[in-house]
């Protein structure tokens, strides 16, 4: 699933993210850019793994209602052969 590919790529993303906190305190004219750069994939992958997370529950639901549906489906089947039962037993006497 996604969020187990995510979670594979977990690890370099913080490690990613520590290497940039470190040259980020050093003063150097990068510095700035390497902060902003920082921030910026703190909040994507932040903003991916909420959106992920989402995905998984709207998914989770759908499953529950299309199993509802398939359930409700073989008991109104079994109602019918039923009901096609007991109008015959009814013909037959």
């Given at each position: 699933?996604?969020q187990r590919?995510?979670?594979?790529?977990r690890g370099?993303?913080?490690?990613?993210?520590?290497?940039?906190?470190?040259?980020?305190?050093?003063?150097?004219?990068?510095?700035?850019?390497?902060?902003?750069?920082?921030?910026?994939?703190?909040?994507?992958?932040?903003?991916?793994?909420?959106?992920?997370?989402?995905?998984?529950?709207?998914?989770?639901?759908?499953?529950?209602?299309?199993?509802?549906?398939f359930?409700?489906?073989?008991?109104?089947?079994?109602?019918?052969?039923?009901?096609?039962?007991?109008?015959n037993?009814?013909?037959?006497k």
């Amino acid at each position: 699933s996604l969020q187990r590919e995510l979670q594979g790529h977990r690890g370099r993303v913080e490690d990613v993210l520590e290497r940039a906190g470190v040259i980020a305190s050093i003063r150097s004219p990068e510095a700035d850019s390497i902060r902003d750069g920082m921030e910026q994939l703190h909040q994507l992958w932040e903003v991916l793994w909420t959106e992920t997370e989402h995905r998984q529950l709207r998914l989770d639901v759908m499953y529950q209602a299309q199993q509802y549906y398939f359930d409700a489906g073989e008991v109104e089947a079994w109602l019918s052969e039923q009901e096609l039962h007991m109008m015959n037993e009814e013909t037959g006497k």
